[in-house]
């Protein structure tokens, strides 16, 4: 058995891990329908993991030490739109993993999301029982449950609204705030809505030092500080020197009043501080990694 296997590699996140990883000869990349990177293409795979059996037979061969597990329909809406196919995808091909990873004796490492708190009090520790209240939330509990029961070298990494531009392809929070702003659409942002956002850059380098740590469990992996959307909104629009006219601010039970978007998932990191070597950045650095120096004064 030897190297590394990459599922989700032309995701968001993704993109910035084989970015990093691409770079070793002891690598395979899993990417789905939106097809291979430019970077080391003779080591990347098309596989669609809403047909998780074809799965264990590929793992078997390549027989992986690590197997970094990122593929997930991983926005809310979509999942809420197609959540057979969530299931499948989320959780079913993640049970098959854990299932291989434990044959094999491979280390299993998750990304799982703040999605799985129903968001009642914020500053979650990995100890939170999770309760979600979406089904992407759901999936991603089961899906937790199965890697953490499974597989003895078993890692969920819950990330937390994750910042920063496409590496390749994929988007994020912040780049449909800027998107919005740049075609002159109004941005509806909610100020009961808390997250701890942690960039890109940090995020795939974390998970990246996550392989050859020794970690098992369960680790919170978001940013120094707990903000809501609005305000995050504002900051990322003086950080890149645009207008903050068109943020139009709201309150959750306006649009959802089902209560489907947790209201505040923001994170105690303290366990991920005190373990990585990878520094966790607060806001105004993030923002630095990712889209350079503040073009405006805060
Ligand atoms: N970004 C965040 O803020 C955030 C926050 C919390 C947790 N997470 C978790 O972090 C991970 C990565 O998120 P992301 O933002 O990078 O997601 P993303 O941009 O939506 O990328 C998802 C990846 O999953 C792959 N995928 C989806 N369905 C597939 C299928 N049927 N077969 C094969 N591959 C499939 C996609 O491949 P194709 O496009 O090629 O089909 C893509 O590479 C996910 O597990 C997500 O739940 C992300």
Partial sequence: MSGILVTGISGFIGG?????????????????????????????????LSKPAAL????????????????????PEIVRRHSLLAWKVNNAATRELADVAEKLGSR????????????????????????????YGETKKAAERAVLSKVENGVVVRLNNTYGPPR??????????????????????????????LDVVTAANA????????FTGILH??????????????????????????????HSAKVDP???MPLDTSFDITLAKQMLRT????????LEQVYGPARAKY
Avoid: C
């Fill in 258 to 260: 089902e209560g489907k």
């Fill in 279 to 286: 520094p966790i950045p607060n806001l105004l650095q993030g």
């Fill in 16 to 48: 910035y891990v084989w970015s990093i990883l691409s770079k070793r000869e002891d690598v395979w990349g899993v990417h789905g329908a939106t097809g291979s990177l430019p970077l080391n293409p003779d080591r990347q795979l098309g596989l669609d």
């Fill in 207 to 214: 998970l990246v030092e996550l392989i050859d740590h020794s």
């Fill in 108 to 135: 299993l490492i998750f990304t799982s999301t703040d999605q799985v708190f129903d968001g009642s009090h914020g500053n979650y520790h990995e100890g939170d029982p999770p309760s979600p209240v979406n089904v």
């Fill in 56 to 75: 264990a037979g590929l793992v078997e061969d390549i027989a992986p030490d690590v197997i970094l597990h990122l593929a997930a329909l991983a926005r």
């Fill in 168 to 197: 390749f392809h994929g988007s994020s929070f912040s780049e449909w705030i800027l998107n919005r702003e740049g075609n002159s659409e109004t941005i509806t942002l909610f100020l009961d809505q808390y997250r701890s956002p």
């Fill in 221 to 250: 992996l978001g940013g120094a500080n707990r903000i809501n959307r609005v305000n995050f909104g504002k900051m990322l629009l003086q950080h890149v020197g645009r207008d903050q006219n068109s943020i139009l601010e709201l």
